[in-house]
């Protein structure tokens, strides 16, 4: 019922900033989160940031304070600004989506946008 195309990953250098964007579309149109994780190579998937209910934002502890997430609920829409990017920072990073469907609760993946930092 919800498809999550994200975009705006690619090459940059230490230092550099990206954008990430994330939209959602299907016939859901309220979300109770939405947020941002990430997979390196050889490691596990871990949250990036998440925006929740009551416009509650989490960052992981490596990101504070160079990462802005940020939605638009107009246009159900999610993005991650990335600055002062390293080389640590290099990752896929997947869009998710939490919501409701009557009492249950759904997620919903993106596809995966692949961000390498390296000079």
């Known amino acids: 019922q919800v498809q999550l195309v994200e975009s705006g990953g690619g090459l940059v250098q230490p230092g550099g900033s990206l954008r990430l964007s994330c939209a959602a579309s299907?016939?859901?149109?309220?979300?109770?989160?939405m947020g941002w994780y990430r997979q390196a190579p050889g490691k596990q998937r871990e949250l990036v940031a998440v925006?929740?209910?009551?416009?509650?934002?989490n960052y992981a502890d490596s990101v504070k304070g160079r990462f802005t997430i940020s939605t638009d609920n107009t246009k159900n829409t999610v993005y991650l600004q990335m600055n002062s990017l390293k080389p640590e920072d290099t990752a896929v990073y997947y869009c998710n989506a939490a919501y409701s469907v009557g009492w249950s609760r759904r997620d919903s993946w993106g596809q995966g946008t692949q961000v390498t930092v390296s000079s």
């Open positions: 925006v929740t209910t009551g416009a509650i934002i």
């Open positions: 299907g016939s859901i149109s309220r979300f109770n989160s």
